[in-house]
Nanobody
Framework: QVQLVESGGGLVQAGGSLRLSCAAS????????IGWFRQAPGKEREFVAL????????YYADSVNGRFTIARDNASNTVLLKMNSLKPEDTAVYYC???????????????????WGQGTQVTVSS
């Protein structure tokens, strides 16, 4: 069992930056792939980024590649999502999730994850 809690959301102007945190508790955090997803009003939850269990491999959605950076610290059970050059279309509730799978590309699918946090709101004003 893994419990996830997101924090760091807020209101920022276009072009600004935010850093989201995903704090995990429970056993074997370091054995899980951690993904970030987001959901805007009226839209489906979409993949943003993920990081492998050991932090070596990362994968990003095309819409955020080059602007967002994901990193993890297994010693502190934390995954960070640094978001730069934010755009109004980045406005959404952001969720972190934990799953166990081998091929990272399949991590774009929500059904690959077993545990989810409650989400944190990110609002980017134009």
């Amino acid at each position: 069992q893994v419990q996830l809690v997101e924090s760091g959301g807020g209101l920022v102007q276009a072009g600004g930056s935010l850093r989201l945190s995903c704090a995990a508790s429970g056993r074997s955090f370091s054995s899980y792939v951690i993904g970030w997803f987001r959901q805007a009003p009226g839209k489906e939850r979409e993949f943003v980024a993920l990081i492998s269990w050991n932090g070596i491999a990362t994968y990003y959605a095309d819409s955020v590649n080059g602007r967002f950076t994901i990193a993890r610290d297994n010693a502190s059970n934390t995954v960070l999502l640094k978001m730069n050059s934010l755009k109004p279309e980045d406005t959404a509730v952001y969720y972190c999730a934990a799953g166990q799978f081998g091929t990272l590309r399949v991590g774009e699918g929500r059904n690959r994850y077993d545990y989810w946090g409650q989400g944190t709101q990110v609002t980017v004003s134009s």
